[in-house]
Nanobody, 123 residues
């Protein structure tokens, strides 16, 4: 069993930056792929990016070049650095984990979820 606790988020102006953290407890995080998703009001939960293995990453086209996922296995944590934020990035952001060494862009591929954190980007 893996418990994920998120921190970070908040309100930022367009063009600003935020960093979200996802801390895991219960298992060795290095054995898990981690994904980031976001959900705006009235919309489906969308893929943001994922990291797996020794640091491989993949991103949605909408955030590529602006968002960066990193992980610190010694701290059992994964981070989502968000730069050049836009109002359309406003959503609740979730981290999720799946056992194994391959990431996934599908929410259904993840067994463990963080509690979510609100990111609001003002214009």
């Amino acid at each position: 069993q893996v418990q994920l606790v998120q921190s970070g988020g908040g309100l930022v102006q367009a063009g600003g930056s935020l960093r979200l953290s996802c801390a895991a407890s219960g298992r060795t995080f290095s054995n898990y792929a981690v994904g980031w998703f976001r959900q705006a009001p009235g919309k489906e939960r969308d893929f943001v990016g994922t990291t797996w293995g020794g640091g491989s990453t993949a991103y949605a086209d909408s955030v590529k070049g602006r968002f960066t996922i990193s992980r610190d296995n010694a701290k059992n944590a994964v981070y989502l650095q968000m730069n050049s934020l836009k109002p359309e990035d406003t959503a609740v952001y979730y981290c999720a984990a799946r056992r194994g060494f391959i990431g996934s862009a599908e929410p259904g591929g993840y067994a463990y979820w963080g509690q979510g954190t609100q990111v609001t980007v003002s214009s």
